[in-house]
């Protein structure tokens, strides 16, 4: 059989991966990016400069063969560092096991490593400053438009793959082109986010605890914070553009701004001398969730990552489903070698409710994060599942733990039983049914009875 040629649309880290993975596996592979190559200029100003990189994620770095490069580029991140509005911490572990932890990872510097493995193989060819106009998903080709010589052109390839994010070409040229019933959702958050600095100590240390995702927590909004390997942390604020006494709408003074982190933020202000420009320097950004379907046409065309179904960041996941993405089609391609249209169908029928459940559990966790984990009840159970994870390692795993360090089960079995935990938790502590001081044997006993129970409700409802 001739070798095939593969087409795809984005270079970030969904399309490096993949481009990577088909290089591996002999494919003739062309990349177009619409961007710079992030490796000779730096395009990273106000976007995601680093993310939460876990243990489904590093399935796919393990699969490409590049887990110890990878860990070299991670700052580990054992929990939760609350600060209160007096400036007050205290760290709400991610887990009760030692080795359970998520990591900081440049998003530039991940990238710019799976671009060059990549492009050790001869047959990966990776192109940039090249704007993909639409895709004619009948014919297989792609519309160019290159940056440079401002000239359009057509590519044709045996199979186009779209990792080109939230922004899709191939998605709106699904959904323009009108050839096929194809449901189309996006839904935007009232709030949107800022890109904020913490820079190093003059000697390079880091001004705050080094090994924990910080948040301060305030109600309607919130501020975090995560450690790069410079020293420096990337700060965001996430913030309604309309609601509330401060939003990003009237936000627009040096005063303004000041006396906002002065009131809710001061233990972030005194490590922030540089707030004013970085706040009146970088785009604020919204925050949403795509949903679509079908993702395929046929066996031509694909979409993946983000341009399949882009998240909220709260749950860190949005990288690391991408890249379990690019495994999962990796397993399905190895049982259908050759037949795109069956492992295109096979693919989007396995993943997508997984998908789903991810998009619907960032969106939990961005109501947890800002304004749970402050919550005495919340802080309770927390305090119970880390006992029930240190003291049974191997029967207990927290809804967090469920979908961060479970890589082997799917989000949705995930956000199904971590659900059903937390319900079963809560209402027992809100009933005085268990208290974090009683005996964790006992405890285990009846979190595992109420659990069963409402996930048995979940099935008898039709839910499960």
Sequence with gaps: MKQQNILIIGAGLCGSLLALRLGQRGYNVSVYEKRPDLRKVDISAGRSINLAFSDRGNKGMKMVGLEEKVKQLCIPMHGRMIHDNHGNTFQSNYSGRDHEYINSISRGGLNALLLDEAE??????????????????????????????????????????????????????????????????????????????????????YK????????????????????????????????????????????????????????????????MPNLLD?????????????????????????????AAHAIVPFYGQGMNASFEDVVEFDKILDKHKGNWKTVFSEYEKTRKKDTDAIADLA??????????????????????EMALEQEFPNEYSSKYSLVTFNEHIGYREAMLKGRAQDKAILNMLAGGVISPNDDMNIILEKVKTETEAILEDDRIAGLK
């Design 120 to 205: 050790k193989h001869k047959n990966v060819s990776i192109y940039f400053n090249k704007k993909c106009k639409s895709v004619n998903f009948e014919k297989t080709t792609a519309l160019f438009k290159d940056y440079n010589s401002k000239e359009e052109f057509i590519e044709d390839a045996d199979i186009i793959i779209a990792t080109d994010g939230a922004g899709s070409i191939l998605r709106k040229s699904y959904y323009l082109g009108k050839k096929f019933l194809f449901s189309f959702s996006q839904e935007y958050l009232t709030h949107g986010y800022k890109e904020l600095t913490i820079l190093p100590k003059a000697n390079g240390d």
């Design 208 to 271: 705050i605890h080094k090994h924990a995702l910080h948040i301060w927590p305030r109600g309607n909004f919130m501020l975090i914070a995560l450690p790069n390997l410079d020293g420096s942390f990337t700060v965001t604020l996430f913030l309604s553009y309309d609601e509330g006494q401060h939003n990003f709408n009237n936000l627009t003074s040096e005063d303004r701004v000041l006396r906002f982190f002065q009131k809710e933020f001061p233990d972030a202000l005194a490590v």
């Design 278 to 306: 970085d706040f009146f320097t970088n785009p604020t950004a919204p925050l949403g969730t795509i949903k679509c379907s079908p993702w395929h046409y046929k066996g031509n065309t694909l979409l993946m990552g983000d």
């Design 363 to 384: 969106i939990d966790n961005f109501h947890e994060m800002k304004d749970h984990v402050a919550n005495p009840i919340f802080q309770e159970k927390r305090k119970i």
